[in-house]
């Protein structure tokens, strides 16, 4: 290894989005491998408004691998992460820096320990699928440091041992995780059906209800599932494959009304399930079924589907309008049903994309308190208002996949040292 007595560090630095599912994954066949009991199908979202950003380093200099998420030092002694590390590894190839005077050959990697840091620009574990990106981003900057050859392909299968949603976030747009067949994992993996530009009317619209660590978390809440609940064999053997067909068709021809009523259906059945579950699983809580009646109530008295919803493991409404228009109109309600407290500012209560805002009309608390009740709401019915109960509200829309971040100032650690900065 050319320059090993020197104290050089090698970095690379990536962003890779997160991802909401609109036909869920709920339940393993394969925990080790986290192999799927059924399809997939997701969206992936702007990474300019939910990633992870992760900068990975190499130097002879590092006594063992490290890793800080989000400032705090974590441990990587969890099978997930090694499975990641020992896969990458194994896969890596010669590299020369020549810039540095660095040499590296194929058999040296495994001797080399990498230091990690990463960093969500979103809640973590409060069910927007951090670690589908978190996992994909560890994935991908560590491709691209140890000169890893591999297809996108190959590398969801092998970020999907770190968690499985994060398989689909190694593409942009609309991305199916097909579940396989093979005992090993290897034909388990993500495919992209359409990229970001394909769709880009849809709008998106997150209301965080919680920003907490969900009590349940999504590994055991699924084995529990998979143990106890008599709905989900039927779920991953009957509904799901037929939902994955009419899903990639509605994708497919721009069939908001199909892709709107699938959507909600597969949510709704995906808590029904964890409801079947022993001992049940309460992922929504009273503001997320009030979320789902404003929607509910609007899509009907229109006639056909405005807005679709869709929850994960967590309180959080993912809502996904048909267009820029139909967004204005779902922000208008949402703020007129869940106004901020009255010392919240309007700017950090709705982030992510602001022309929405301003679609909406509202630029100040005076036009929110102004915002008249929805025309689907009756006269003689006092329209209900919770103001507080919604934590903020996140703007974006369909985006792209991981990318390498070239710029040395958006690295999380220091290039002399390694360590987080």
């Not at 009991?37 to 130097?59: G, R």
């Not at 789902?292 to 967590?314: H, L, M």
Request: aromatic fraction near 6%; proline fraction near 5%.
């Amino acid at each position: 290894m050319a320059g090993e007595m020197q104290k050089w560090v090698l970095m690379a630095t990536a962003q890779t989005p997160t991802n909401i599912a609109v036909i869920k994954y709920w339940g393993k066949r394969n925990e080790d491998l986290i192999l799927a009991i059924n399809d997939s199908i997701s969206v992936t979202l702007d990474p300019a408004h939910l990633c992870t950003t992760t900068t990975v380093a190499v130097s002879p200099t590092f006594d063992q691998d490290r890793m800080w998420l989000n400032g705090k030092e974590i441990s990587l002694l969890g099978g997930r992460y090694q499975n990641c590390l020992r896969e990458i590894r194994s896969r890596a190839t010669d590299l020369e820096d020549e810039k540095q005077g660095i040499k590296i050959t194929k058999k040296e990697w495994e001797k080399l320990h990498v230091h990690i840091a990463s960093h969500n620009n979103f809640p973590t574990a409060a069910g927007l699928a951090s670690s589908a990106a978190g996992f994909a981003c560890l994935v991908f900057s560590l491709a691209k440091l140890m000169n890893v050859k591999e297809d996108q392909g190959a590398l969801s299968a092998i970020a999907r041992q770190g968690s499985g949603s994060a398989c689909r976030s190694l593409y942009g747009g609309f991305v199916k995780w097909v579940m396989g067949k093979e005992e090993n994992g290897s034909d388990s993996i993500a495919v992209q059906l359409a990229d970001e530009k394909h769709w880009d009317d849809l709008v998106i619209v997150i209301a965080v209800v919680s920003s907490c660590q969900k009590e349940t978390s999504s590994t055991s809440g699924m084995r529990d599932t998979v143990e106890t609940s008599m709905l989900i064999q039927h779920r991953a053997k009957e509904v799901v494959p037929k939902r994955i067909v009419q899903m990639e068709d509605a994708i497919k021809k721009h069939d908001f009304a199909a892709f709107a009523n699938l959507t909600c259906a597969d949510s709704n059945q995906f808590h029904a399930v964890c409801l079947d579950t022993y001992p049940p699983i309460f992922y929504m809580n009273d503001t997320s079924h009030k979320i789902i009646s404003c929607v509910e109530k609007w899509n009907r008295s229109a006639g056909t589907p405005q807005v679709a919803y869709t929850f994960d493991a967590g309180p959080n409404a993912v809502l996904i309008a048909r267009n820029r228009k139909t967004a204005a109109e779902l922000l208008q309600r949402l703020l007129f049903h869940f106004p901020p407290n009255s010392d919240t500012d309007l700017n950090s209560y709705v982030i992510g994309d602001k022309s929405i805002l301003q679609d909406a009309g509202v630029q100040d608390m005076k036009d929110v308190e102004a915002l008249p009740p929805p025309p689907e709401i009756k006269d003689k019915v006092p329209a209900p208002k919770c103001k507080g109960d919604v934590s903020y509200f996140i703007c974006t829309r369909p985006g792209r996949g991981p990318v390498l971040l070239s710029d040395e100032c958006q690295a999380l650690l220091n290039p002399s040292t390694g360590l987080p900065k």
